[in-house]
Antibody
Framework: EVRLVESGGGLVQPGGSLRLSCAAS????????MSWVRQAPGKGLEWVAN????????YYVDSVKGRFTISSDDAKNSMLLQMDSLRAEDTAVYYC????????WGQGTKVTVS | DIQMTQSPSAMSTSIGDRVTITCRAS??????LAWFQQKPGKVPKRLIY???RLQNGVPSRFSGSGSGTEFTLTISSLQPEDFATYYC?????????FGPGTKVEIK
């Protein structure tokens, strides 16, 4: 079964850091582009970042550029999102998603900045 | 950045109704558009990709059309399990952008 499982969310103070992890099973993550998408409480979906198969291409939404870093860990078949200088507006459920075009989603991990 | 708008933002409908949701892009995106369904407390689910291709396993009452700047998602006969929020997404250029969503509610 193809599956994505996020971890690493939690409560953090403004200015703090968190590292989210997304573990894949049922497929090899470095064969695919991968993405992080977030959803603030009661709000819509927001694309956050993409990474390509070998990690040579990374793209970010403007609001997280310079603060968030997407990366992959091939040995662990996983993807990471290092989030620094967190702000209240980063509070959201963060989903790990397989591309092309979001065909597999994780269950999400909740990040609260307060 | 490409702005995505959806109309209506919400609608009250009945079982069996035909539902049409429109998504407009602020500039042309060819057919690089997907539609997602999200039920409360649940993970989004992809319904349509490349503007009109039905995801495997999605009922055929769902269909997508359009290209360029205007797209539609149609549910031919609304079923109880279709009450949800629907989002479009453009993946033509970065930053990828979602529409604000259309909430389909029971009348």
């Amino acid at each position: 079964e193809v599956r994505l499982v996020e971890s690493g969310g939690g409560l953090v103070q403004p200015g703090g850091s968190l590292r989210l992890s997304c573990a894949a099973s049922g497929f090899t993550m470095n064969y695919f582009w991968m993405s992080w998408v977030r959803q603030a409480p009661g709000k819509g979906l927001e694309w956050v970042a993409n990474i390509n198969q070998d990690g040579s291409e990374k793209y970010y939404v403007d609001s997280v550029k310079g603060r968030f870093t997407i990366s992959s860990d091939d040995a662990k078949n996983s993807m990471l999102l290092q989030m620094d200088s967190l702000r209240a507006e980063d509070t959201a459920v963060y989903y790990c998603v397989r591309l092309p075009v979001f065909d597999v989603w994780g269950q999400g991990t909740k990040v609260t900045v307060s | 950045d490409i702005q995505m708008t959806q109309s209506p933002s919400a609608m009250s409908t009945s079982i069996g109704d035909r539902v049409t949701i429109t998504c407009r892009a602020s500039q042309g995106i060819i057919n690089n558009l997907a539609w997602f369904q999200q039920k409360p407390g649940k993970v989004p689910k992809r319904l349509i990709y490349d503007a009109s291709r039905l995801q495997n396993g999605v009922p055929s009452r769902f269909s997508g059309s359009g290209s360029g700047t205007e797209f539609t998602l149609t549910i031919s006969s609304l079923q109880p399990e279709d009450f949800a929020t629907y989002y479009c997404l453009q993946h033509y250029t970065y930053p990828w952008t979602f529409g604000p969503g259309t909430k389909v509610e029971i009348k």
